[in-house]
């Protein structure tokens, strides 16, 4: 099973960080999309790839509303030109980049159109101009122009000719819902869980999009499952949680944004995110400090995220393989976690964590 870690797009950040991360034996680092709070991801990850040579880069993640398909293909494939292969293309419904234009995510249809859109450029196909929703009081039909000549459809070339030999960019959705997780099922090369790090609900994720495909006539071993997951280590218990309440609110948020509990959940779990739901304050995502962090039990987080020993985030991460996955993405400190205790989580996890899984594999 693959490590990554998940953090902000800078650009001025980026590639000390992702020289970090490499050194540090990480398999892949994934930077955020959400251009009212941090940089632009693909800048982030083309700086990334310059002075890396081994991990995986990509979005963790974008959304199918700020950029037009074709504009996301080109973007992350010029990236995965520069790392010689190495991006993947992380993407979901929408959040924070939404919330800060005003909006919630995107509805599920024009998600999946979206979806359907994105992997035919990114194999370099075409898709119909009569398929490509850009309102024509935006825009108006490319026919109002009387060109002599004009191209029948929407393709990028340069995408096509570089794929003669080499892999097309793999898309990863970030689901919790069953729709969604339905629909990554039939459109993804991955779906990437955001239900907690809880073995129960992952397998319960895991074998709704095997049902999925095997319903319409797809391979079901032919997807690959990860997951999005919080881990603070450290020895201290309290100072564990304290470094993933604040970020564990944001994925845990997504099994109930639309106000009934995804997948299996106990009824005291559904009364901690109902709360949760209902005290969550947007302009304090993420933040440890934050009014929805206060509402996450201590026993709602150790099962919800991954914190203690490294022994104990090794185990707990042995159980996430064992379920099928074969990638997680990491998140841990936030805002408003402690700096100290966040540094002796990274030293931990590096000198102790990353080792002892690869001793494992």
Not at 65 to 88: E, Q
Not at 104 to 123: G, H, K, N, T, V
Not at 203 to 210: E, T, V
Request: overall charge neutral; hydrophobic content about 45%; glycine content about 10%.
């Amino acid at each position: 099973m693959e490590l990554w870690i998940t953090g902000v797009a800078s650009a001025r950040g980026a590639a000390r960080a992702a020289q970090e991360i490499e050194a540090a034996g990480w398999d892949g680092m994934l930077v955020v999309d959400s251009q009212n709070l941090s940089g632009d991801p693909y800048v982030s990850l083309a700086l990334a790839a310059t002075v890396t040579t081994r991990i995986g880069l990509g979005t963790g993640v974008t959304n199918s509303v700020t950029r037009h398909a074709a504009a996301t293909a080109t973007a992350i494939t010029s990236v995965n030109r520069i790392s010689n292969g190495r991006a993947v293309l992380g993407i979901g419904r929408g959040d924070s980049a939404l919330a800060h234009l005003g909006r919630a995510p995107a509805r599920l249809a024009q998600f999946e159109r979206y979806l359907r859109q994105l992997q035919l450029y990114l194999a370099g196909d075409s898709v119909d101009f009569d398929d490509i929703d850009i309102p024509a009081d935006v825009a108006p039909p490319l026919s109002a122009l009387h060109l002599h000549d004009a191209p029948p459809s929407s393709r990028i070339g340069w995408i096509a000719e570089g794929l003669k030999g080499n892999a097309k960019v793999p898309v990863e959705v970030a689901a919790s819902g069953p729709k969604v997780i339905a629909m990554a099922a039939l459109h993804a090369e991955r779906i990437m869980f955001t239900l907690g790090a809880d073995t129960e609900r992952l397998a319960w994720g895991i074998a709704l999009a095997k049902k999925t495909r095997q319903d319409a006539g797809l391979d079901p071993g032919a997807i690959a499952f990860g997951a999005y997951v919080n881990l603070g280590c450290h020895s201290d218990a309290a100072a564990a949680r304290g470094l993933v309440r604040g970020g564990l609110t944001t994925f845990a948020r997504f099994s109930v944004m639309h106000g009934k509990a995804n997948g299996p959940v106990s009824t005291g779990d559904a009364a901690v995110l109902e709360k949760l739901r209902s005290n969550y304050d947007m302009r304090k995502h993420t933040q440890g400090d934050s009014r929805q962090a206060g509402t996450l039990t201590d026993d709602f987080v150790d099962r919800f995220a991954i914190t203690g020993s490294p022994d104990r985030c090794i185990e707990r991460l042995q159980s996430l393989a064992a379920l099928g996955l074969d990638k997680v993405a990491i998140s841990g400190g936030m805002r408003g976690a402690s700096a100290e205790d966040a540094a002796v989580s990274k030293r931990l996890v590096a000198e102790q964590v990353l080792p002892g899984l690869r001793g494992s594999r």
